[in-house]
Structure formats: structure tokens, C-alpha cells
């Protein structure tokens, strides 16, 4: 199994954002949106085999984590405007949705109450990395999994109390490359990295 947990250090936990000016409204909800496509979506499929979670550090419900997971989700579009759709409906309503644990609130999407230490505790025995550029080099890293867990910052990074909970529980930082990139691109290489030890390519 593969997981990506994205850090939304402001992408709101509320359903009060504006479809037309996502990255304005939401926090940078934006961000996260696109690391499920990056990390969720082939051309024509889903991943079957990869959970990610958007930890949304803003607004008034905040911290919340959504989780989307490819075994048992439908209908997930690639379009940002798409998926954000489905965030917002996933985020409103108020019944149960505080719940600590993971609710269902569409097949394969669920969300609970927390900050990273909710997906940490969902993540079981995955092997767990930071992808940050100082780390050591993903092609040199072998095997990662087979169940493994990659954290990574939106625009603004991971904070230094997060570091320190994930330095905590043993996560090895990582590296995609030398220069700092844009999040869903170090969703793409590690998927795209994996795929092809998959596949047995060199
Ligand atoms: C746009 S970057 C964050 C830039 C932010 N200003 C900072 O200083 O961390 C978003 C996230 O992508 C990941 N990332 C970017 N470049 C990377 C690289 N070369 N290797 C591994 N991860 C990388 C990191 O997890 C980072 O937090």
C-alpha cells in the first residue's frame, strides 16, 4: 500500500470556500486537491492501492483530516473544481463528523477529527518518510515498502512541531531532488518511482 499525508497548514476543514477562487478562499486547499489527483489518478483509473489524507489545519473546524482511498472510492474526477466539490460536501453537515475516528461521508472518503497524529494512527505499520529536499535520495532508498507512507507540506512546508512528531515515530526524510518543487510534482516521481520498481524497471 501506498500513502501520502499532505499537511494543509491553513487549507480550510469547513465546506466555506468559493469553487471560483479556490486558492484564495480555501487555505490552499487547492494544494492538497491536487496531490489526490497526483497520487490517486492514472489516465484511465483509479489506484486501487493508495490512501491519501489532506490534514486541513484551517478555519474554525479545523484540525480535521480527510482521507480518500482508492479501494473504495467512485466517481473521483480529475479536475481540481471536481474534486473539490467533493472535499466541500465531505466537510459540510455537522452530524458525527467531529468523531475522532474515520466517518464515511462518500464511498471511499471519510474524515475525522485531528491532525496528523489521526493519520498516523490510521497508517498501522507503514514504513514512514518526510519528502523534503535535504533528505536522502528516493533512488537510493531500497525497498521503501512494502506499505509505506510519505508526508509531505503544502506551500508553505511542514512546521517544526510536526517534524518533530514525525521525527518522533521514525520517519526518514526523503528527498526527490535537489531543488524544491511543488507538491503533487513529489507525489508524481515517489508514484511514479514505485511503479516502475513495480514493474521491475531499472
Ligand atoms: C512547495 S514545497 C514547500 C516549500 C516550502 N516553502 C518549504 O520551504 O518547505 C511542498 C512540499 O513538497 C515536498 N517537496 C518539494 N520539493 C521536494 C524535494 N526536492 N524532495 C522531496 N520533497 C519535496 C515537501 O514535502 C514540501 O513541503
Do not use: W
Not at 499525508?5 to 484564495?24: H, M, N, Q, T, Y
Not at 481540481?80 to 463528523?97: C, F, N, P, Q
Not at 475516528?101 to 471511499?108: H, I, K, L, N
Not at 526527490?176 to 518543487?181: A, E, H, K, Q, W
Amino acid at each position: 500500500m501506498r500513502h501520502f499525508v499532505v499537511i494543509g497548514r491553513e487549507a480550510k476543514a469547513s465546506p466555506d470556500f468559493l469553487l471560483d477562487d479556490l486558492p484564495g478562499t480555501s487555505g490552499r486547499l487547492d494544494v492538497g486537491l491536487r496531490c489526490v489527483r497526483a497520487g490517486l489518478l492514472l489516465s484511465h483509473g483509479l489506484r486501487r492501492d493508495v490512501v491519501v489524507y489532506l490534514v486541513l489545519g484551517g478555519g474554525p473546524r479545523a484540525p480535521r483530516v480527510l482521507r480518500i482511498r482508492g479501494a473504495d472510492a467512485r466517481f473521483l474526477r480529475p479536475d481540481e473544481r471536481s474534486l473539490a466539490i467533493l472535499a466541500r460536501k465531505a466537510l459540510a453537515g455537522h452530524e458525527d463528523t467531529d468523531a475522532t475516528v474515520f466517518v464515511e461521508r462518500r464511498p471511499g472518503i471519510a474524515l475525522a477529527r485531528g491532525g496528523i497524529e489521526r493519520a498516523l494512527a490510521d497508517l498501522g505499520a507503514a514504513r514512514l518518510y518526510v519528502l523534503e529536499e535535504s533528505g536522502d535520495d528516493l533512488r537510493r532508498v531500497d525497498p521503501l515498502g512494502p506499505d509505506a507512507a510519505f508526508f509531505l507540506g503544502d506551500h508553505t512546508g511542514i512546521d517544526g512541531a510536526d517534524r518533530a512528531k514525525l521525527a518522533a515515530q521514525g520517519a526518514r526524510p526523503l528527498s526527490v531532488g535537489p531543488r524544491s518543487i511543488h507538491a503533487e510534482d513529489a507525489v508524481a516521481i515517489v508514484s511514479n518511482e514505485l511503479d516502475r520498481r513495480d514493474a521491475g524497471a531499472s
